[in-house]
């Protein structure tokens, strides 16, 4: 080249000291919650890891726009029935966390990047802190939005939107309870039972599982041993979320008629204590799993 | 056992599960030391975790890659870890990605990487938040010989341009030979010996002689001048007088006088004459058996 210095090449510096700013553990957690939260929605992963997020997100949304049309059909006639609605999704709530949590909470251990992120700024309790966060604010994301689609259609499909507005005021409450109490309860037991195991097949099984057994133990409850419906729906933790729903929502199936429903806040004690043992079980592990 | 690294590259040498991956797990506090205690650059590995956390970059010896992710978005996600923020944890993960030779191959999934491959960004990941120690457990394991070699040259080359110490582990005694600057033998949880290498692999009291002809009449003829002679294949091995003395230093100095001679009467062509070295594999077959 003739003397001339060739532009193109990139020169090799050689290593480079790092003399920026370090955020710490603040910075690593917000790293791994937002790592986490991308991957429960398969985002950076391959097309494979996006279909059950987005299965279950219009699994869940389409029926609420189906029945939305219904009612706009009939001028407001049809009413919306919330509670209904969310017996079906509670099972594709479920669906979700199991597919998608042991990608946030097994995956780690699986390829063993754990003992590596834990020699960083990182110790068990932040990573654990950090990954049941981004498990339980996806779960909200996917619990919400079937909610949040038939709240603001409902107002939307009013004929006089701004009544509709004020006099859904009141829904608002139930709605945002209901969406973080099923996000709370699902998304905890989801990722304590996934963190359990380092390979993900027996991980998404255990999700499914736990809550099959569950609800498999509350029937047989219900039909052989005799126990009143009242007290073997506390043991199955869809069940109570649907109940939940119906009370706060203030509709009525056949069985509420004949027998009034334990009060609300059973309902609200029961989800709260059950996301809560799900979030230390997942501490309690993440704090033994070796490395 | 009681040892302290001090600067520099430092191999940590013993067989297989003679504790060398337990203890560079305790200096990074990922394991709890069942007794005794252990010092980071003045930190203690049970108290000041995480002021040694930002110090040390640590390359497991085991797979340690999510195959979904590529090696940029891994290395910058690591960094991100040690709490650089993602702008600086992007440019950090190129830059040290470059440094340990990966260039385009960083944006392909982990996957499909070779060996080597997975050995580099292993290197990159420890290096990314810029550590004052490096720990590589077995950094050359799985490696062809080509492969083993570049990375022991760029192990050296980080140690020694960059000012970073290094603490590499191994079981083969031969690499650690070629870049280390101290070395720690241990063998079943007990230290050995920990010492300068060239203190361990100094001169000895052997000369080398490496000859082209008859390597018997040679021998034979040096054994009439009175040295102490042994034979080996193609080599021949004279034991040379010990001591410090003038004495001494002046009949070394006869002996190889000796040598050249006799080369030079039997009619043997004399390829190489030079103090044969302390190989540390003589040391560590000593000190095992």
Redesign the interface.
């Given at each position: 080249m003739n003397g001339q210095i060739n532009e193109t090449t990139?020169h090799?510096l050689?290593?480079?000291?790092?003399e920026?700013?370090?955020?710490?553990?603040?910075?690593?957690w917000?790293?791994?919650f937002a790592?986490g939260f991308r991957a429960m929605f398969g985002l950076?992963?391959?097309l494979k890891?996006k279909a059950v997020p987005a299965f279950v997100l219009s699994a869940t949304m389409l029926p609420c726009l189906a029945v939305l049309a219904a009612s706009s059909a009939s001028g407001g006639q049809l009413p919306i029935a919330y509670g209904g609605l969310i017996q079906a999704q509670l099972i594709l709530f479920v669906l979700f966390a199991a597919a998608q949590a042991p990608e946030v909470m097994s995956?780690?251990q699986q390829?063993?990047?754990l003992?590596?992120?834990?020699?960083?700024?990182?110790?068990r309790d932040v990573y654990a802190s950090a990954r049941i966060a981004a498990v339980l604010c996806a779960l909200l994301v996917v619990c919400a939005a079937p909610l949040l689609l038939l709240y603001v259609g409902e107002i939307g499909i009013a004929v006089d939107p701004a009544t509709a507005f004020r006099k859904m005021g009141a829904k608002a409450g139930p709605v945002l309870m209901q969406a973080t109490l099923s996000a709370w309860v699902i998304g905890a037991i989801g990722a304590a039972m996934a963190s359990m195991t380092p390979r993900r097949a027996y991980a998404t099984a255990s999700v499914i599982g736990v809550f099959l057994v569950a609800a498999a133990v509350s029937i047989g409850l219900d039909d052989l041993a005799g126990v009143s419906a009242e007290v073997s729906e506390f043991i199955d933790p869809l069940r109570s979320l649907h109940k939940m729903a119906l009370i706060l929502f203030g509709e009525k199936n056949r069985a509420m008629e004949l027998t009034p429903p334990p009060p609300l806040w059973m309902f609200a004690v029961l989800a709260l204590s059950l996301g809560t043992a799900g979030v230390l079980a997942t501490f309690w592990r993440l704090r033994r799993v070796g490395? | 056992m009681t040892v302290s690294i001090e600067p520099g590259i430092t191999g940590l040498v013993g067989s297989n599960g003679a504790g060398k991956s337990t203890l560079v797990?305790i200096l990074?506090?990922?394991l709890e030391p069942s007794s005794g205690s252990a010092n980071v650059m003045g930190h203690d590995v049970e108290r000041d975790?995480?002021a040694i956390?930002?110090l040390?970059g640590?390359m497991?010896e085991?797979?340690?890659?999510?195959?979904?992710?590529t090696a940029a978005?891994f290395v910058s996600?690591?960094a991100?870890?040690?709490?650089?923020?993602?702008t600086?944890?992007r440019e950090?993960a190129a830059?040290?990605l470059?440094?340990v030779g990966l260039f385009e191959e960083r944006y392909r999934p982990i996957r499909g990487y070779s060996t080597g491959m997975a050995q580099r960004v292993k290197l990159a990941?420890a290096?990314v938040?810029?550590p004052r120690i490096l720990v590589l457990d077995e950094p050359t394991n799985g490696l062809d010989p080509a492969g083993r070699d570049e990375m022991l040259a760029l192990i050296q080359?980080?140690g020694r341009?960059?000012g970073i110490s290094v603490l590499v582990s191994s079981h083969l005694l031969g690499e650690l030979e070629r870049i280390c600057d101290h070395v720690i033998l241990i063998d079943a949880g007990r230290l050995v010996r920990a010492e300068r290498l060239g203190a361990l692999t100094g001169e000895t009291g052997t000369l080398l002689v490496e000859v082209d002809g008859d390597v018997d009449a040679y021998c034979a003829a040096l054994t009439a001048q009175g040295l102490v002679v042994q034979r080996d294949v193609l080599r021949v091995l004279v034991e040379l007088p010990n001591g410090d003395d003038a004495e001494s230093v002046a009949r070394v100095f006869a002996t190889h006088d000796i040598v050249r001679d006799v080369a030079v009467a039997t009619g043997v062509g004399l390829l190489r004459i030079e103090r044969r070295r302390g190989h540390l594999e003589d040391l560590f077959a000593g000190s095992v058996s």
């Amino acid at each position: 080249m003739n003397g001339q210095i060739n532009e193109t090449t990139i020169h090799d510096l050689g290593y480079q000291r790092y003399e920026g700013a370090r955020d710490g553990v603040r910075g690593a957690w917000r790293a791994l919650f937002a790592q986490g939260f991308r991957a429960m929605f398969g985002l950076g992963r391959p097309l494979k890891s996006k279909a059950v997020p987005a299965f279950v997100l219009s699994a869940t949304m389409l029926p609420c726009l189906a029945v939305l049309a219904a009612s706009s059909a009939s001028g407001g006639q049809l009413p919306i029935a919330y509670g209904g609605l969310i017996q079906a999704q509670l099972i594709l709530f479920v669906l979700f966390a199991a597919a998608q949590a042991p990608e946030v909470m097994s995956h780690d251990q699986q390829h063993r990047v754990l003992p590596l992120i834990l020699t960083r700024d990182v110790t068990r309790d932040v990573y654990a802190s950090a990954r049941i966060a981004a498990v339980l604010c996806a779960l909200l994301v996917v619990c919400a939005a079937p909610l949040l689609l038939l709240y603001v259609g409902e107002i939307g499909i009013a004929v006089d939107p701004a009544t509709a507005f004020r006099k859904m005021g009141a829904k608002a409450g139930p709605v945002l309870m209901q969406a973080t109490l099923s996000a709370w309860v699902i998304g905890a037991i989801g990722a304590a039972m996934a963190s359990m195991t380092p390979r993900r097949a027996y991980a998404t099984a255990s999700v499914i599982g736990v809550f099959l057994v569950a609800a498999a133990v509350s029937i047989g409850l219900d039909d052989l041993a005799g126990v009143s419906a009242e007290v073997s729906e506390f043991i199955d933790p869809l069940r109570s979320l649907h109940k939940m729903a119906l009370i706060l929502f203030g509709e009525k199936n056949r069985a509420m008629e004949l027998t009034p429903p334990p009060p609300l806040w059973m309902f609200a004690v029961l989800a709260l204590s059950l996301g809560t043992a799900g979030v230390l079980a997942t501490f309690w592990r993440l704090r033994r799993v070796g490395v | 056992m009681t040892v302290s690294i001090e600067p520099g590259i430092t191999g940590l040498v013993g067989s297989n599960g003679a504790g060398k991956s337990t203890l560079v797990k305790i200096l990074l506090g990922l394991l709890e030391p069942s007794s005794g205690s252990a010092n980071v650059m003045g930190h203690d590995v049970e108290r000041d975790t995480r002021a040694i956390r930002s110090l040390v970059g640590y390359m497991p010896e085991h797979d340690c890659l999510p195959p979904e992710m590529t090696a940029a978005e891994f290395v910058s996600f690591m960094a991100r870890c040690s709490g650089l923020p993602a702008t600086a944890a992007r440019e950090r993960a190129a830059e040290v990605l470059r440094h340990v030779g990966l260039f385009e191959e960083r944006y392909r999934p982990i996957r499909g990487y070779s060996t080597g491959m997975a050995q580099r960004v292993k290197l990159a990941q420890a290096l990314v938040h810029d550590p004052r120690i490096l720990v590589l457990d077995e950094p050359t394991n799985g490696l062809d010989p080509a492969g083993r070699d570049e990375m022991l040259a760029l192990i050296q080359r980080t140690g020694r341009e960059f000012g970073i110490s290094v603490l590499v582990s191994s079981h083969l005694l031969g690499e650690l030979e070629r870049i280390c600057d101290h070395v720690i033998l241990i063998d079943a949880g007990r230290l050995v010996r920990a010492e300068r290498l060239g203190a361990l692999t100094g001169e000895t009291g052997t000369l080398l002689v490496e000859v082209d002809g008859d390597v018997d009449a040679y021998c034979a003829a040096l054994t009439a001048q009175g040295l102490v002679v042994q034979r080996d294949v193609l080599r021949v091995l004279v034991e040379l007088p010990n001591g410090d003395d003038a004495e001494s230093v002046a009949r070394v100095f006869a002996t190889h006088d000796i040598v050249r001679d006799v080369a030079v009467a039997t009619g043997v062509g004399l390829l190489r004459i030079e103090r044969r070295r302390g190989h540390l594999e003589d040391l560590f077959a000593g000190s095992v058996s």
